[in-house]
C-alpha cells in the first residue's frame, strides 16, 4: 500500500467519524428521525454532494451508527464476561454502557426508525451480545422440568442466532433480557424520576425472579 494511498484511508476515516459525531449530536437533540445529512454537511464545511462520497444515503449513515452501538455493547459485555461477570454482573454492565449514552441505546433498543431496516451484518453483531447472556445463563442453569414456553422455544430459536443451548436456558436468557431492557428503558426515559428508589437494586430483583 502506498504512502498516499494510507494518507487517504486515514483522512476518510477521519472524515467519517466526524461526520458520526455530527450525527449523533443531531440525534440527541431531535431524535433519529431528525437525521439530515445536509444539515451535517454544513456543519462539517462540505457541500451535500461531497458528503454523500463518505454516505451514500441516510440508511448508510444509520446503519453505521448501529453498526458501532453493536460493537461497542459486544466488546463490552466480552469483556465483563473474560473478567468473571456473570449474569447479574453483565445487567449492570449492560446497565452502565446504556446509561453513558442513552441515544446510542435507544437507537437499538427503543422504537425501530420509521421505513429503515437493517443489514444482515448488524444483526450478526447484536447475536455476539445474546451469544454472551446465553453463556452466562446456562452457567446457572438448573434442573426442571420444560414449561409449555420452553417447549415453544425449542422451535422458534432464531433469535438465539445459533447458539445451541437447551430451552431452559433460552427461557432464562429471554427473561434476562426482556427484564432488563424493559427496566432500562424506563429509566432512561426519565419514567422513574421523582419515584425515588434505585433503578439498580430494581434491576438486582428483577434478574433474581426467575
Given at each position: 500500500?502506498?504512502?498516499?494511498?494510507?494518507?487517504?484511508?486515514?483522512?476518510?476515516?477521519?472524515?467519517?467519524?466526524?461526520?458520526?459525531?455530527?450525527?449523533?449530536?443531531?440525534?440527541?437533540?431531535?431524535?433519529v428521525p431528525a437525521l439530515s445529512l445536509n444539515a451535517i454537511a454544513k456543519q462539517v464545511g462540505m457541500s451535500g454532494p461531497a458528503l454523500y462520497r463518505y454516505f451514500a444515503s441516510r440508511d448508510e449513515l444509520i446503519t453505521a451508527l448501529i453498526r458501532d452501538a453493536y460493537r461497542s455493547l459486544a466488546d463490552t459485555v466480552r469483556a465483563a464476561r473474560d473478567d468473571g461477570a456473570g449474569l447479574r454482573g453483565l445487567a449492570h454492565v449492560i446497565r452502565d454502557?446504556?446509561?453513558?449514552?442513552?441515544?446510542?441505546?435507544?437507537?437499538?433498543?427503543g422504537t425501530p426508525v420509521p421505513?429503515?431496516?437493517?443489514?444482515?451484518?448488524?444483526?450478526a453483531i447484536s447475536f455476539e451480545?445474546?451469544?454472551?447472556?446465553?453463556?452466562?445463563?446456562?452457567?446457572?442453569?438448573?434442573d426442571a422440568p420444560p414449561t409449555p414456553f420452553e417447549e415453544h422455544l425449542e422451535a422458534h430459536r432464531e433469535w438465539a442466532g445459533g447458539h445451541p443451548a437447551p430451552p431452559a436456558v433460552l427461557h432464562r436468557a429471554l427473561s434476562f433480557w426482556t427484564r432488563l431492557h424493559g427496566v432500562l428503558s424506563l429509566e432512561l426515559a426519565g419514567h422513574f424520576a421523582g419515584m425515588g428508589f434505585d433503578p439498580d437494586l430494581l434491576i438486582t430483583e428483577e434478574l433474581a425472579a426467575r
Amino acid at each position: 500500500m502506498t504512502e498516499n494511498g494510507t494518507s487517504r484511508e486515514r483522512y476518510r476515516a477521519q472524515v467519517r467519524a466526524e461526520i458520526k459525531r455530527h450525527a449523533w449530536e443531531q440525534i440527541a437533540a431531535a431524535g433519529v428521525p431528525a437525521l439530515s445529512l445536509n444539515a451535517i454537511a454544513k456543519q462539517v464545511g462540505m457541500s451535500g454532494p461531497a458528503l454523500y462520497r463518505y454516505f451514500a444515503s441516510r440508511d448508510e449513515l444509520i446503519t453505521a451508527l448501529i453498526r458501532d452501538a453493536y460493537r461497542s455493547l459486544a466488546d463490552t459485555v466480552r469483556a465483563a464476561r473474560d473478567d468473571g461477570a456473570g449474569l447479574r454482573g453483565l445487567a449492570h454492565v449492560i446497565r452502565d454502557w446504556a446509561r453513558a449514552d442513552p441515544q446510542r441505546y435507544f437507537l437499538v433498543y427503543g422504537t425501530p426508525v420509521p421505513g429503515y431496516h437493517a443489514p444482515d451484518d448488524t444483526t450478526a453483531i447484536s447475536f455476539e451480545v445474546m451469544a454472551v447472556l446465553l453463556d452466562a445463563c446456562a452457567a446457572e442453569a438448573g434442573d426442571a422440568p420444560p414449561t409449555p414456553f420452553e417447549e415453544h422455544l425449542e422451535a422458534h430459536r432464531e433469535w438465539a442466532g445459533g447458539h445451541p443451548a437447551p430451552p431452559a436456558v433460552l427461557h432464562r436468557a429471554l427473561s434476562f433480557w426482556t427484564r432488563l431492557h424493559g427496566v432500562l428503558s424506563l429509566e432512561l426515559a426519565g419514567h422513574f424520576a421523582g419515584m425515588g428508589f434505585d433503578p439498580d437494586l430494581l434491576i438486582t430483583e428483577e434478574l433474581a425472579a426467575r
